[in-house]
């Protein structure tokens, strides 16, 4: 599917997307999760992309049709999102809509598409199962017989001892040993230099080696990209955890204006400035 990019891959969507070595790469990692045992040789694959990714600025999630299957898979490394299911629906809907021709839509003859699996690759610090389930009918208003149902499989991939699938899959493993180092060594002030102390570290180590060696300045510009996404949704949180704390102040202030109270005890409780509480009280004469 041709596409303009409008957005940086993460390092995870390169490694087992759009790297050379990427192809191979997803085969081992999805041989892995799915228990399958799949040869290079012996499968058809195909990359599927669309011009807008689950994330607006970055793209962490990597899709693939292998032997008329179609596998995303989202990659994680804070919270797992409740929504996934939903935002997948959204993903592969877009993904079929690029498969089906618009005039084979309206044909009475059945498309066949490629049946869609869903995972997301937990590599976080939170404890979490081995796996779970997340599906989209536990968004609904009531539980009942719909139809209509996505399942995304959550397998967490932080700590091999608690799931075997990083030990099954060496280029996992080495992705997370790798995102590891680059926590580790992160520096805010000076996020380009910790990044390219991390790559160094881990090539010395034998860690995605020949992936980093190759890539470095690539891989230093996709951790700035993802790290900028990290702090810009950091920021949006506070920002809006902010606007929701003065919301609430600015109501317990009115009923207490409700109350006769002094403007002047009103400001020190709630902590909103003195001429914030008169503009509330002139509003309410």
């Not at 899709?63 to 299911?85: A, C, D, F, R, Y």
């Not at 839509?105 to 869903?118: G, L, Q, S």
């Not at 950091?234 to 009923?255: D, L, N, P, Y």
Request: net charge neutral.
């Amino acid at each position: 599917m041709a596409f303009r990019k409008k957005y940086k891959d993460s390092v995870f969507t390169d490694l087992f997307g759009s790297d050379r070595d990427g192809k191979k790469n997803f085969l081992e990692l999805y041989n892995a999760l799915a228990g399958t045992d799949f040869k290079l040789e012996e499968v058809s694959l195909e990359r599927k992309v669309i011009e807008q990714a689950l994330y607006k600025t970055f793209n962490n999630d990597v899709s693939w049709e292998i032997n008329g299957k179609l596998i995303v898979l989202v990659e994680h490394q804070s919270t797992v999102n409740g929504n996934m299911p939903f935002r997948c629906l959204e993903y592969v809907t877009r993904i079929y809509e690029g498969i089906v021709p618009i005039r084979k839509r309206y044909a009475e003859k059945v498309y066949k598409i490629p049946n869609p699996d869903f995972y997301v690759v937990y590599v976080g610090k939170d404890k979490l199962p081995p796996e779970e389930e997340l599906r989209l009918s536990d968004a609904f208003y009531e539980k009942d017989d719909s139809k209509l149902e996505l399942v995304v499989k959550v397998k967490n991939c932080s700590d091999s001892k608690m799931l075997p699938i990083s030990r099954n899959c060496d280029i996992l493993k080495e992705y997370c040993q790798f995102i590891e180092i680059v926590e580790h060594t992160y520096n805010n002030r000076f996020p380009k230099s910790s990044f390219k102390k991390a790559i160094e570290k881990a090539i010395s180590q034998g860690i995605l080696s020949d992936y980093l060696d190759r890539k470095s300045r690539e891989v230093i510009n996709m951790l700035c990209a993802k790290y900028d996404y990290k702090m810009d949704i950091a920021v949006k949180q506070e920002e809006a955890f902010e606007r929701g704390e003065e919301h609430k102040a600015r109501e317990t202030a009115k009923s207490f204006l409700k109350e006769n109270i002094p403007i002047e005890i009103i400001a020190r409780c709630v902590g909103l400035p003195l001429e914030e509480v008169k503009k509330l009280a002139e509003e309410d004469l």
